[in-house]
DNA sequence: ACAATAGTGTCTGTGAGACAGTATCGA
DNA sequence: TCGATACTGTCTCACAGACACTATTGT
């Protein structure tokens, strides 16, 4: 048996002598659908938290990089193929977060087109669909571990940074008419804007492109694209 | 012998059943001394990356959550006992960070006034100082694991949270002068302020006092407080 | 012609940046 | 009185916000 003092230098010291906590890596994937933002969420078929709403997310082995497994779950979870906007989060370390065991969860958010979501129910799951983001963060359904706590701060970030980056840019495809685009805005920042202030604002960031579209009846929008997509 | 299906099955969904990475937590402790933005590192008495500086940092214990690591580590470094301003800033996770195990990383970042800061050598640790953060980020001088990378990431950081937030206060004591908190805003910024337009735009952050205070010679400053400080 | 959506011109207020000026100390 | 630092007043210009206006489609 170890003295004490030689116990607590080992388990500083030595990581091999002590136990690990599990690495998780949860993942939040927002789109814009019928002009709400929405996230993917599982509903659990297994205890703990069985029948509950719960983000998706797999265990990090050994040979992959906390984005790489990130991606994996994506992959399987949504059907993406294409390159995807992906960001991570928040390191979520509370020692009660699992109640079978600690679970240190590395949270991701990805930002994709609606049209480029394809998911099939995944394994050990219930169900997997969209959920419009403010019902889930302000209702009343109970959520799995600390992920409304999660959703919340994702849903935060990404007000945040609609305001002072282009992630918005991310819920459209390659080709967008400003009307679509602003509606994104709109909708990520809670509140109506004016065209011609939006207009003004995302001028450097756009290239008008020669296309007109049509969408639905009355005067037809222009396409455009992004302007780091003409550069490359 | 399990089948590759089975094993395959074991290794997603039950994480007692296959490794797991160690979990560490490495801390940034950034301070203002002779005008220069510096950070603690220590110079590594083992191996890998013998006599390389490095950033302090402890294995997170199963009892404790990673805040609590952190402030553990920080406290045993730096030999703060009061509140401190921290914040989690990135979990790094590639392969090929630690050459003798898989070890994942959340980094938290500590601003404190120099004054508070009372540090001793460590254990298995050559030395224990403050770094000027440019010298190093631009040095030469090798840095063990993807610790250059870190110190970057946070440089950037607190750059940019200079601008949009209140940070900057975290590296000055209760009471200050407003040509000491200018100071820190342009050390932070790495260019020179006008005064007028320092002082109209940090005016609603702070309160003046009846206090003055003569550093050195000449005219005297006016001592201030945050407001949230007075609020309280 | 009219309804509905796409797109533009322009006024105003706010606030950052630049700089000149005044105030108060020690020597 | 002078040098050095503390502090203030104000001009300019860019830009966000608000709103009115014109343009182009389908019916």
Redesign the interface.
């Known amino acids: 048996m170890k003295s004490r003092e030689e116990q607590k230098f080992i ?3 030595n ?2 002598e ?7 890596v949860d993942f939040l994937i927002f789109t814009i659908e019928d002009d709400r933002l929405k996230v993917i969420l599982v509903r659990r078929d297994e205890m703990p938290f069985k029948d509950c709403l719960a983000l998706p997310g ?10 790489e497994a990130a991606l994996r779950g994506i992959r399987e979870e949504a059907g993406i193929k294409d390159e995807i906007y992906l960001e ?1 989060l ?2 979520w ?3 009660d977060r699992d109640p079978r ?4 969860s ?1 949270s991701y958010m990805a930002l994709v087109p609606s049209d480029r979501l394809h998911f099939s129910k995944g ?2 799951v219930l169900e997997t669909a969209l959920f419009d983001v403010d019902e889930i963060i302000s209702g009343n359904e109970e959520l799995a571990f600390d992920h409304r706590k999660i959703l919340h701060y994702a849903r935060e970030r990404i007000r945040n940074k609609t305001e ?1 980056s282009d992630i918005a840019f991310n819920f459209v495809g390659e080709e967008f008419t400003l009307p679509q685009l602003q509606r994104v805005y709109e909708i990520l920042l809670g509140k109506m804007l004016y065209k011609a202030n939006f207009r003004k604002k995302i001028n450097d960031y756009v290239t008008e492109t020669e296309k007109m579209i049509s969408c639905g009846a009355y005067r037809p929008s222009r396409i455009y694209v992004r302007n780091d997509k003409l550069i490359q």
Do not use: C, H, N
């Open positions: 388990s500083e010291y990581p091999d002590y136990e690990r906590p599990s690495v998780a797999v265990f990090v082995k050994m040979d992959e990089t906390l984005e991570q928040y390191t370390g509370d020692l065991m600690r679970v240190i590395v394994m050990r002072y």
